[in-house]
């Protein structure tokens, strides 16, 4: 055999070995570069993830913050408020009589004042009677009030359950009673969190609901013990209230994408927890109130006191 020739075989068959590493050198740098990819994307998913979280751990931070902050105010408001001779809670029917009596009301002078002021304006109106005025002071409210004036008779002042949103002062032979039914007419959201069964009502006005939704899950009870299983059995509990969040989500989007457009605030009130998970997805004016856990089935009671004033003549 020609040993040019075989050598020649020989170094073909080398480079074709040499071909076939090179080849399979690439396809393993291709893999590689495919896992870095792969990985590359992957940490830029968890990270964009982590940012989502941490945004939404803020958003639940603040809207807690907000809502412990407005409960303590609630409470030194009612605290006040009890302090006071003579104050008392409205419920619809009772409002609705009053209105008719106040409606009734005329004299032959414009004597008769009515005013509707918010919080700043009742610090801006110099005019009020001095019981009122004095009353006021003492109450603070952050809602506003609603003032009826007959001179050498009485004062009432109405703490609405909704801010008042515009100042209006009047003096006539009648009682300007538009801001009162205003309130009353106010469409709004309620939502009653609690662990384990929550309440989502749509309110048109003070007349019912038109519609109303309990989301009910199982939620663990406190834990009175302590040590590991405490942990543990709060870490079970924390599961489930963040199951419970979900499903209130779940069952409180199609009802905001009904009715939204039509409501004016949303009146949170019931587990912090909750509050926090729950109220970004409101996207409305959010009104925190410490309301009772109402009887789903008693809706006249939640109306009362979602609808309910504070009174006080003096």
Known sequence: MDLFGKRKEEQIRELQSRTIQ????????????QKRDEKIKRLSRDFQEAQVRCKEAE?????????????QDTESQEMAAASVQGGR??????????????DEM??????LLSASL???????F???????????SRVRPKRGAILFHCPHLFSLVLIPPFPVTRDQVSSGQGFNLKPLREILDTPVLMLS???GESVIGVSLSWQGFEALEVVKSQVMGRHSKGGWSQRRFERLREEDVKNHASEVLEALRPVLQRYRPLLRLAVVSGDSILVGMVEPEVQLPILQRRMEQH????????????????????
């Open 193 to 195: 969190l609690h662990a």
């Open 118 to 124: 918010t919080e700043e304006g009742l610090a801006d």
């Open 22 to 33: 090179l080849e399979k050198d690439k396809a393993d740098l291709i893999e590689t570069l």
């Open 295 to 314: 009887d789903y089935k008693k809706k006249a009671e939640m109306l009362d006191e979602l609808y309910g004033f504070l009174s006080y003549i003096v």
């Open 106 to 111: 005329r004299l032959s002078r414009a004597d």
């Open 59 to 71: 958003s639940r931070i603040a809207a807690r913050e907000r809502f412990n902050q407005a409960g």
């Open 126 to 136: 110099a005019d009020l009677p001095p019981p009122a005025q004095k009353l006021l």
């Open 89 to 102: 809670v409205l419920g619809i029917r009772e409002i609705q009589l009053l209105a008719e009596r106040l």
